[in-house]
Structures are given as C-alpha cells and as structure tokens.
C-alpha cells in the first residue's frame, strides 16, 4: 500500500543505495484513479461525471450500479454527489475529490491522531498520494530486481491492477521484475509471503 509508494519512488530516484525491493498490496494504478472507481460504485446519479487533473471525463456517465463496492470507503455511504460537487455544475473535478479525500483522512477521520502520530501522516502526503503517476509510467526508472507478491482477495489495491501491470511489464521486456499471487489472502501479507521475500533477497545478492 503505501509503503510500496514509498520504495519504488525511493528506487527510482536513488537506485544505487538499493540492492532489491519487495512489495505486497502494492500501489499500481493512480492512487486517485482507484477512489475515483469506489466513489462512482457509492453513487449514481442521473447526469454527471467526474474529471482527472487534466479535466478529462475519467467515467461514464450512470456506468456503475449504487452499492457495488460497500465494504469501501465506508466514509462515502453517507455522502450524495452534490455535497462533492462543490461548484454545482453536475462534475466533480480533481480538485474536488482530491480536497474531500484530504480532508477526510487528514482532518476529519475519527482516529486522525493516528495519521499524525503512528504514520507521520501530513497533508502534503495524501496529496502527493493522489497525484502519483501509475507503476506503468514509472517501472521503467526502477532497475533493481522487484518483487511484486499480493493477495488475490486484496479489496483495497485490486489484484486485477497487478495482472495487467504484469502483463504490460512482460510485453516490454521488463526482466528484473518478479510476481507472485496468493489465493484467499487479502490485503495484509501471510508468513509464507516472508519467507519468500527473505529469500529473493538472498538470491539478488
């Protein structure tokens, strides 16, 4: 999740400081394109559309089915599209999004203490989340061996994303990267998963 932010942008830009990296629950689509996906599964509403950064429509209008995606982002369910379409023109912008997300995970979430203390959560952190390029715009900047281990029963960084990641890393000849898939786990890694961790280190010695 987010540690697998953290070490591929480390790989990418300090890649002589790592010798190997290992990921599970990994991040590999937008951070802000799997909200988006869960927001427009909370709701549906007659005519309107959410926009990317650029002002792009990124889903079809009345696409999903109300109520698809329950067990995420609970803190939605109570939230109807207009109280996101701050501006009132039947859109919801990136800006848009991206402020209600801030400020629900930074300011308003009942155990924000956590954020602040346990994770050393700041602002300028969800945002950054957000705004972060896809693992396929930035795989080719990563050159040591990675391996990618995640749960199939993953809810919260979908395995699906992780399938194609692989498939487009194979297609483009992307040798140092590893894969590896686990039914019935979720998001959380399992004992076998560091085992083999432990041991993919020891081999990229």
Do not use: C
């Not at 002589?16 to 909370?42: H, L, W, Y």
């Not at 599209?81 to 919801?92: E, P």
Request: glycine share 6%.
């Amino acid at each position: 999740s987010e540690g697998s932010v953290v070490t591929t942008r480390l790989a990418e830009f300090h890649s002589n400081r790592i010798q190997a990296i290992a990921t599970f629950g990994t991040v590999v689509s937008p951070f802000m394109e799997v909200i988006t996906k869960q927001v427009s599964d909370q709701m549906v509403v007659p005519s309107w559309k959410i926009l990317d950064v650029d002002g792009n429509q990124m889903i079809s209008e009345g696409e999903y089915e109300e109520g698809k995606n329950q067990k995420n982002l609970e803190f939605l369910k109570p939230k109807a599209f207009s109280d996101l379409d701050i501006t009132g023109d039947n859109a919801i912008s990136f800006k848009e999004l991206e402020k209600f997300v801030v400020n629900y995970f930074v300011y308003e979430q009942p155990d924000r203490d956590f954020w602040f203390n346990s994770s050393g959560l700041a602002p300028g952190w969800m945002e950054s989340m957000l705004r972060l390029p896809s693992l396929f715009e930035r795989a080719k900047n990563i050159q040591v061996p990675y391996f990618l281990l995640h749960g199939e029963a993953d809810e919260l960084t979908p395995v699906k994303y992780v399938y194609e990641f692989e498939s487009f890393a194979r297609h483009l000849g992307y040798e140092n990267f590893k894969f590896k898939y686990y039914a019935e786990v979720g998001h959380g890694p399992n004992e076998k998963m560091f085992g083999e961790i432990l041991e993919f280190f020891s081999l990229s010695k």
